[in-house]
T-cell receptor, first 112, second 114 residues
C-alpha cells in the first residue's frame, strides 16, 4: 500500500553541523510533498514543500531534495541550531484525495 | 490573531465517559480538520469539514462525532470513551483544500482514557 516513512526515528547532531532527515514514499504517482516541524508540546508547523517537477527546493537554511527514481526525499538543515530540535514529518496527499498521509516522524536533537 | 486554539489542553476520562473537544480559528478558514497523533503512527485524520454545516469522515472516524455549527468552530465528540482513544488530538484549519501547505495546527489536546 501507499506509505510515507522515515528511515531513522532519531537523529542527534552537533550545533552548527548540517542535518539530513530522510523520507521514503511508495506511490510513484505522488506529485507533492510537504515537510512539517513539530516542537515539543506544539502542533506541526509547515516548513517547506516540493512538487514532483522539481528535484530541489531551498528555503531559509532548509533544502528539500526529491529523488523520484528511488522515491526518496530528504530535508537538509544547514548550521543546525538548538531551536531546530523537534520532530520532523514528511507528508503527501493521498491519491485521489485531498487528505494527507504523514510519516511517523524523526526526532532531531541538537547537541550544544 | 490567535490562529487555531483548542480547549481543553489536557483531560483524563474514565472508560464510557463522554466529552467534547473544541477547536476555534480566527483566520476565516473554510476547511477544518481533526487529527489524532499516536506514538509511531504519525498524524491520522479523524473527520474534516469543508464548510459550516458540513462534515465528513477521515481515515479513523469510528468512535468520534463532529459538528461545525459555526464557521470558526469545529467540535470533536467522544460519546463513550475507550482506552484506545488515548491520544493527542490536533485541530487544523486551512483556506485551501488539497495541499498541506496551508494547514495551520492548534497546540493539541492530550487525552487519557483510563
Amino acid at each position: 500500500g501507499e506509505s510515507v516513512g522515515l528511515h531513522l526515528p532519531t537523529l542527534s547532531v552537533q550545533e552548527g553541523d548540517n542535518s539530513i532527515i530522510n523520507c521514503a514514499y511508495s506511490n510513484s504517482a505522488s506529485d507533492y510533498f510537504i515537510w512539517y516541524k513539530q516542537e515539543s508540546g506544539k502542533g506541526p508547523q509547515f516548513i517547506i514543500d516540493i512538487r514532483s517537477n522539481m528535484d530541489k527546493r531551498q528555503g531559509q537554511r532548509v533544502t528539500v531534495l526529491l529523488n523520484k527514481t528511488v522515491k526518496h526525499l530528504s530535508l537538509q538543515i544547514a548550521a543546525t541550531q538548538p531551536g531546530d530540535s523537534a520532530v520532523y514529518f514528511c507528508a503527501e496527499p493521498r491519491p485521489g484525495s485531498y487528505q494527507l498521509t504523514f510519516g511517523k516522524g524523526t526526532k532531531l536533537s541538537v547537541i550544544p | 490573531n490567535a490562529g487555531v486554539t483548542q480547549t481543553p489542553k489536557f483531560r483524563v476520562l474514565k472508560t464510557g465517559q463522554s466529552m467534547t473537544l473544541l477547536c476555534a480559528q480566527d483566520m476565516n478558514h473554510e476547511y477544518m480538520y481533526w487529527y489524532r497523533q499516536d506514538p509511531g503512527m504519525g498524524l491520522r485524520l479523524i473527520h474534516y469539514s469543508v464548510g459550516e454545516g458540513t462534515t465528513a469522515k477521515g481515515e479513523v472516524p469510528d468512535g468520534y462525532n463532529v459538528s461545525r455549527l459555526k464557521k470558526q468552530n469545529f467540535l470533536l465528540g467522544l460519546e463513550s470513551a475507550a482506552p484506545s482513544q488515548t491520544s493527542v488530538y490536533f485541530c487544523a484549519s486551512s483556506l485551501l483544500l488539497g495541499t498541506g501547505k496551508e494547514q495551520f495546527f492548534g497546540p493539541g489536546t492530550r487525552l487519557t482514557v483510563l
